[in-house]
């Protein structure tokens, strides 16, 4: 790992703990935090999580659905920087979609100061026009795969999901992984999200399992 890479490392450690200070503090309930300033994140361990099985799939190519301030694109960009193998992947790249601008403001800050601007292409609009215009791009030609996503991060807003879900499953490799927050928790959206369940596991393309770590974690494999 050059040195370059380790400092990366250590600064989005850095703005993550930060994050996570205010992250806590948000769930807490102790202070009054207005819906435009909360982060809505992911926890910490669902972090770590998403990091581990990026590292381990040796993934490059990651797509995430609701940026909020980019607490959980750190995440995603941090197995990049974890070890020696990783850090030798030459194409590394993150595409991350917001509709609020106020969000993608402070995200911008953070990646900034996490140094990690450089793999992190932020677009902002509604996410469903966002994701069309992606699997155009990325299905432009059916004989080339590259541009096809390892990893798709869903976390925006729960209405929309099976829409969603079926375009970033054409945009995703095969072996590939989506995962989809809040299949658990809050218990508000329960209802909605047995729906989506239901959706997903219907595709006998695709194995998936809920996972119960932070808000519940729904890991669905791309088979074929
Ligand atoms: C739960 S937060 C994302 C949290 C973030 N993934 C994290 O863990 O740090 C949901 C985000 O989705 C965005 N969002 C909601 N509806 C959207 C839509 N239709 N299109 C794009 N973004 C949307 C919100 O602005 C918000 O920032």
Do not use: C
Not at 29 to 50: P, Q, R, V, W, Y
Not at 102 to 109: D, E, G, M, P
Not at 166 to 173: C, G, N, P, R
């Amino acid at each position: 790992m050059s040195d370059v890479d380790l400092n990366t490392g250590f600064r989005i450690i850095k703005v993550l703990t930060e994050l996570e200070k205010q992250s806590v503090l948000e769930r807490s309930g102790l202070t009054e935090i207005s819906h435009k300033d909360s982060m809505l994140a992911i926890t910490s361990d669902t972090g770590k999580f998403f990091s581990i099985l990026l590292s381990a799939m040796n993934a490059n190519n990651i797509l995430e659905v609701g940026t909020s301030v980019g607490y959980s694109t750190l995440w995603l960009a941090y197995s990049f920087y974890q070890n020696n193998e990783n850090s030798r992947v030459s194409k590394r790249n993150i595409t991350t979609i917001d509709n609020d601008p106020l969000k993608i403001k402070k995200a911008t800050t953070n990646f900034k100061n996490a140094g990690v601007s450089d793999i992190i292409e932020t677009i902002e609009g509604n996410a469903i026009e966002v994701l069309k215009q992606l699997s155009i791009s990325v299905n432009d030609n059916e004989d080339d795969q590259s541009e096809y996503f390892d990893f798709i991060f869903l976390d925006a807003d729960k209405e929309n999901l099976a829409e969603y879900f079926d375009l970033a499953i054409s945009m995703v490799k095969k072996g590939g992984l989506i995962i989809t927050d809040n299949v658990l928790y809050p218990e508000e959206y329960r209802s909605s999200m047995s729906k989506y369940i239901e959706h997903i596991r219907k595709k006998d393309f695709v194995q998936s399992v809920t996972v119960p770590i932070g808000h519940g974690e729904e890991v669905s494999l791309k088979i074929r």
